[in-house]
């Protein structure tokens, strides 16, 4: 999805906003069944209400910066936490395929 949407070359505010909405909306499909699967235990449930007070922190601090990066820095920072997570992947792969 982020790989696209960075190929199209949109304005950052309407890239934010995108990938925002995409990710929010599917983590909302995906809380009912998680929880009737899943079914956490209690130490689950404390870790969520422990991250819940953080969530406005990462909000205002992805704002900052949003603000503070151009779309070209922006743009960079995306591909290169994608090529991050796409070593991690590729690793874990490799490792797991070997071990």
Same mark, same amino acid.
């Given at each position: 999805?982020? *790989? +696209? ?5 949109? %304005?950052?505010?309407? +890239? ?8 929010? /909306?599917?983590?909302? !499909?995906? !809380?009912? %069944? &998680?929880?009737? $699967?899943? =079914?956490?235990? $209690?130490?689950?449930? $404390?870790?969520?209400?422990? /991250?819940? %007070? $953080?969530? %406005?922190?990462? !909000? &205002?601090?992805? &704002? @900052?910066?949003?603000? @503070?990066?151009? =779309?070209? =820095?922006?743009? @960079?920072?995306? +591909? ?6 796409? *070593?991690?992947?590729? &690793?874990?792969? !490799? ?5």
């Amino acid at each position: 999805m982020a *790989l +696209y949407l960075l190929g199209l070359g949109l %304005p950052k505010a309407i +890239y934010a906003g995108t990938t925002s909405l995409f990710f929010t /909306a599917g983590n909302l !499909v995906k !809380v009912v %069944p &998680w929880l009737w $699967v899943a =079914q956490p235990s $209690v130490d689950t449930w $404390v870790l969520m209400g422990l /991250a819940l %007070p $953080v969530i %406005p922190f990462g !909000v &205002w601090l992805g &704002w @900052r910066l949003h603000e @503070r990066l151009d =779309q070209v =820095q922006l743009y @960079r920072l995306c +591909y290169m936490l994608l090529c991050v997570t796409a *070593l991690k992947l590729l &690793w874990d792969g !490799v490792t797991g395929y070997l071990g």
